[in-house]
Nanobody
Framework: QVQLVESGGGLVQPGGSLRLSCAASGSIFSIVAMGWYRQAPGKQRELVAAITSGGSTNYADSVKGRCTISRENAKNTVDLQMDRVKPEDTAVYYC???????????????WGQGTQVTVSS
C-alpha cells in the first residue's frame, strides 16, 4: 500500500498565493507520475497539474501561468505553487500518485485524503 499525506491549503485571499505539498510513502519501487486534482462543490474532480518522473508537466487551462508543479523524486514528494488565486480556485485539492510497487500488479493509482482550499476575502 501507498500513503499520500498532503499539507498546505486553508483560507487564502484573492490574488494571494498558496503552496500545497504531498509526500508518498509505503510500497514504492518508483513513481510514474504525481499530480494534483481538485473538486469543487457540485462539480467533478478535475486535473490541476501533473508531473512525470522525467519532469514532463501538464496543467489545466484554468491554471496555466498561475501554477507551478514541482517534484523531488528522491523524497517522493510533489508541490503545487499557485499564485494570483481566484475565488473559483476554491475546492478540495487531492494529491495523486501513479506508483510502481515492483511486484504484481505493479501499477497502482493512489489518492490523498484531500485538503480544503478556500479563496475568499
Amino acid at each position: 500500500q501507498v500513503q499520500l499525506v498532503e499539507s498546505g491549503g486553508g483560507l487564502v485571499q484573492p490574488g494571494g498565493s498558496l503552496r500545497l505539498s504531498c509526500a508518498a510513502s509505503g510500497s514504492i519501487f518508483s513513481i510514474v507520475a504525481m499530480g494534483w486534482y481538485r473538486q469543487a462543490p457540485g462539480k467533478q474532480r478535475e486535473l490541476v497539474a501533473a508531473i512525470t518522473s522525467g519532469g514532463s508537466t501538464n496543467y489545466a487551462d484554468s491554471v496555466k501561468g498561475r501554477c507551478t508543479i514541482s517534484r523531488e523524486n528522491a523524497k517522493n514528494t510533489v508541490d503545487l505553487q499557485m499564485d494570483r488565486v481566484k475565488p473559483e480556485d476554491t475546492a478540495v485539492y487531492y494529491c495523486n500518485a501513479v506508483v510502481n510497487s515492483g511486484r504484481y500488479p505493479y501499477i497502482g493509482n493512489y489518492w490523498g485524503q484531500g485538503t480544503q482550499v478556500t479563496v475568499s476575502s
